[in-house]
C-alpha cells in the first residue's frame, strides 16, 4: 500500500515484515480490509477480507482476483457468527479508532482473539485511550504468552501531518517531499521511539502462543463472497 504519512510509513514496515515471518500458513483474516489493499501483503494461502461496506469488498473481488482471497460482510463488532481457533493470521489495522463505544471495541477485541489458533499469531494496531487501551493490552496478556508492543505516531508525525491539515494525498508540495524521500526519513524516527509511550499516540500489538485453545470451528463457507449483514 502506497502512503505518504511518515507514522503510517513505519506501521505498514512492521506490517509487511510481520505478514513476511507468517507466510505459508492457511488463513489469514484482514479485519475492516476495506477494498483488500493489504491482501497483497498476506502471504497465507487463504485471504480472507472482512468488511461492513459491501462495496469494497466487491471491489477488492474484482481487482484483486487471486484465487486465495474471499470477501465477508460483516461487522466484526456484533457477535462471533465466523467461528474460533481457525485463523493462523489475524490483522487488525486503522479500525479499532473508528470504532467508538468501549463495548464495541472489546467485542471486536474478543472475536479477534476467538479466530486465532492454537498456533495463530495476531497483529492489532490501536489508539493510545485513556482506560481502553489498558483493558485492551491486560485482555490480550490473559490470552496470549508472548505479546509485543510498539509504540509510534511520534511528535514528528503529529506535527508533520499537522502541516498539511492532515491533507498530504491532495498536497503538491507533500507528494514532492515524498517523492525526495523526506517522508521516509522521517519515517525513521519512529524506530528509535517506539519503545517509548509517551512520545507516541498509537501502538501495535503482536501476539502468539493462544492460552486455552478449543476445538477448531468454521462457521462460513470458502465461497468468494459470504453476506451477514
Known amino acids: ?45 487463504k485471504y480472507i477480507g472482512v468488511d461492513i461496506e459491501i462495496e469494497q469488498i466487491l471491489f477488492g473481488l474484482k481487482n484483486f482476483r487471486s484465487k486465495k482471497c474471499y470477501g465477508i460482510h460483516w461487522d466484526f463488532t456484533k457477535k462471533n457468527i465466523l467461528g474460533e481457533n481457525f485463523a493462523d493470521v489475524v490483522v487488525s489495522t486503522n479500525t479499532f479508532s473508528h470504532i467508538k463505544l468501549k463495548k464495541k471495541k472489546i467485542n471486536a477485541l474478543d472475536n479477534c482473539i476467538k479466530f486465532i489458533s492454537k498456533n495463530g499469531v495476531f497483529f492489532l494496531e490501536v489508539e493510545i485511550q485513556k482506560n481502553i487501551t489498558d483493558t485492551i493490552i491486560k485482555k490480550i496478556n490473559l490470552n496470549f504468552e508472548n505479546v509485543k508492543i510498539r509504540y509510534y505516531n511520534n511528535f514528528f508525525s503529529k506535527i508533520y501531518l499537522s502541516l498539511f491539515s ?16 523526506f517522508n521516509y526519513l522521517l519515517s525513521l524516527i519512529e524506530n528509535l521511539t517506539c519503545y517509548f509511550k509517551t512520545f507516541n499516540s498509537k501502538l501495535i500489538i503482536i501476539a502468539d502462543k493462544k492460552k486455552n485453545v478449543g476445538n477448531k470451528k468454521i462457521k462460513f463457507n470458502f465461497k468468494k463472497l459470504n453476506r451477514f449483514l
Request: glycine share 4%.
Open 166 to 181: 492532515g491533507k498530504l494525498t491532495n498536497n503538491q508540495f507533500a507528494i514532492f517531499l515524498n517523492k525526495i524521500k
Open 1 to 45: 500500500m502506497s502512503t505518504i504519512s511518515p507514522s503510517k510509513k513505519y506501521l505498514f514496515r512492521v506490517l509487511k515484515k510481520f505478514l513476511s515471518e507468517h507466510k505459508n500458513k492457511t488463513i489469514g483474516i484482514d479485519l475492516a480490509s476495506e477494498n483488500f489493499k493489504n491482501s497483497i501483503y498476506f502471504q497465507t494461502k
